[in-house]
């Protein structure tokens, strides 16, 4: 796709984006625009003529119509908790910023039909406690759950703790409403389970990051609340022990964990001194360690009890070194907010080069480990962080800077070092974006390890779907 001319937008437009959305629905001043202008990592700062904030999906339509009918590019945006920079303008200043935060109803919930209707705009954490109090659980669950809008969690197709039983964001839903480029509105709302009259559309829109559609609404599954969640800290005397564990915990609980996390020591020593309030759940210092939860649909003592023997019989094994099992939700929740703090604690450690990656669980190990020693050997020093989501293969393989080090000197390595953890990743058959997506940041990146045909195919799609390249442009392609 050819870039287009930067230039002024016409006044003709920003007057009549301003009549649709009404006086509070649209931010000119430079200084409001801020919050919409710079993303969650500050990797990236861009300038717009006008933040629009449509209350309707009648009113997306018509400011995407407009939009079209002047050929100015609109960059959508949820919460701008994504970390990919795909939900922030470009520095040109000439793209409408098109943010969905004040399409925040709950348009149905509908407990007998595991279902509930939604505006794009609504925080997760809204989503979730719907759900619950109809005795439902939305399972999308993220550390950003309290600021990130589903319409970004779907655009995003976003995964989280809970994929390993529930799926990522796609697997949650049955239907969207959509406003196209030309600003026509795709109704796709049906909800139903079973639907095979031709192309499944609702899954092109989502994880497009907003290149393909404006997402408007949508229709979300909902699953029965478990009624006991057990929450377990193990430490593990390696990786491979960890992907072991999960193995053995899935048979004797007949695969009822729901989350499977991994963290190494360094990163417990980061939350413990720089988050307030936590402590060390185990009595003696361990190099990895395994949070995970375990769902039961009953109160929960037969899953107590397969969980007590299967960790007894993997520390038989060598397996488990030593173990806690929560026995209150405020103890539950003490051991979550390791996991949930740890990006926050690795920012006093400086500099951090950040990977997202997956490959099949059983290269889960070997991608550690050999990722771990490249970059040891290109940037000695360097202090590995790798942590996340080991139940669905997806590993944050952060590296913080060498102790004492420069800053931006380490920063300046960022693509060489990614390019040397992506290769492994490829070479194991994984990829360079388990989660976050593409957005700006990995839109040079993904071309060495996509197969051509693949980026032909992703172009046809764009092409069709937004022929004058006015959505999000310069994002994912
Ligand atoms: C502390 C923290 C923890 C996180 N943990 C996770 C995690 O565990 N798993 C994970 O997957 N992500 C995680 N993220 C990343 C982020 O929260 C997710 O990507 C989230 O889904 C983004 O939602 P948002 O509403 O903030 O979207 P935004 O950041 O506003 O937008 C993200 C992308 O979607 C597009 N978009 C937004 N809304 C729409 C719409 N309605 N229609 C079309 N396009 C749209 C934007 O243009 C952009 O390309 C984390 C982020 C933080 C800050």
């Known amino acids: 796709m050819t870039a287009r001319p930067i230039r002024d937008p016409a006044p003709a437009l920003i007057a ?109 954490v809204d989503i979730q406690e719907a759900a619950r109090r109809v005795d439902r659980l939305f399972p999308l669950s993220l550390a950003a759950e309290g600021t990130c809008t589903i319409g970004g969690n779907l655009s995003t197709n976003a995964g989280g703790v809970n994929v390993l039983r529930y799926g990522s964001a796609r697997d949650l839903v049955l239907g969207l409403e959509v406003v196209l480029a030309d600003g026509r509105i795709w109704n796709g709302l049906r909800g139903l389970r079973k639907d095979n009259t031709g192309y499944d559309l609702k899954h092109v829109f989502m994880g497009a990051e907003g290149t393909l559609g404006i997402i408007t609404g949508a229709v979300l599954k909902l699953f029965p609340l478990p009624r006991q969640v057990r929450t377990g800290f ?33 990163g417990l020593d980061l939350v413990l001194t720089h988050i307030e309030g936590t402590k060390d759940p185990l009595p003696a210092a361990h190099p990895w360690y395994v949070l995970f939860d375990a769902s039961s649909g009953d109160d929960g003592e037969a899953l107590t009890t397969s969980l007590e023997s299967a960790l007894a019989a993997a520390l038989d094994a060598g397996l488990v070194v030593d173990a806690t099992l929560a026995v209150s939700e405020a103890q539950a929740r003490a051991l979550w907010r390791i996991r949930e703090t740890l990006p926050e604690a690795q920012k006093p450690a400086g500099g951090s080069i950040k990977h997202d990656v997956s490959v099949p669980i059983t290269r889960f190990a070997e991608l550690i480990e050999r990722a771990q020693a490249a970059v040891l050997a290109t940037v000695p020093g360097v202090r590995p962080l790798p942590f996340g989501h080991l139940g669905d293969g997806n590993v944050h393989l ?80």
């Open 16 to 124: 009549g984006l301003k009549a649709i959305v009404g006086p509070n629905g649209w931010i000119a001043d430079p200084a409001d625009q801020e919050r919409y202008l710079v993303d969650e990592r500050r990797l990236f700062r861009g300038r717009t003529p006008l933040v629009v904030r449509p209350g309707t999906t009648d009113e997306v339509s018509r400011v995407v119509a407009l939009c079209a009918a002047h050929d100015a590019a609109i960059v959508p945006q949820g919460g701008n908790t994504g970390l990919v920079g795909g939900g922030v303008p470009y520095e040109s200043g000439d793209q409408i910023v098109l943010s969905l935060a004040r399409m925040n109803r709950i348009r149905s919930v509908s407990a007998l039909d595991y279902a509930m209707t939604v505006d794009a705009g609504c925080i997760l």
């Open 234 to 266: 193990v430490g593990v005397p390696s990786v491979r022990a960890a992907v072991d564990l999960l193995s053995r915990l899935q048979g004797a609980t007949g695969g009822r964990i729901t989350a499977f996390e991994v963290l190494p020591r360094f």
């Open 398 to 477: 952060n590296f913080s800077q060498p102790l004492g080090g420069d800053t931006a000197a380490f920063m300046a390595e960022w693509e060489r070092v990614n390019h040397l953890v992506h290769d492994i990743v490829h070479e194991l058959g994984g990829s360079i974006s388990a989660e976050h997506g593409l957005g700006r940041l990995k839109r040079e990146e993904i071309r060495r390890y996509k197969p051509p045909l693949e980026l032909e195919l992703m172009r046809t799609l764009k092409t069709a779907l937004d022929p004058k390249g006015l959505l999000n442009p310069g994002k994912v392609l």
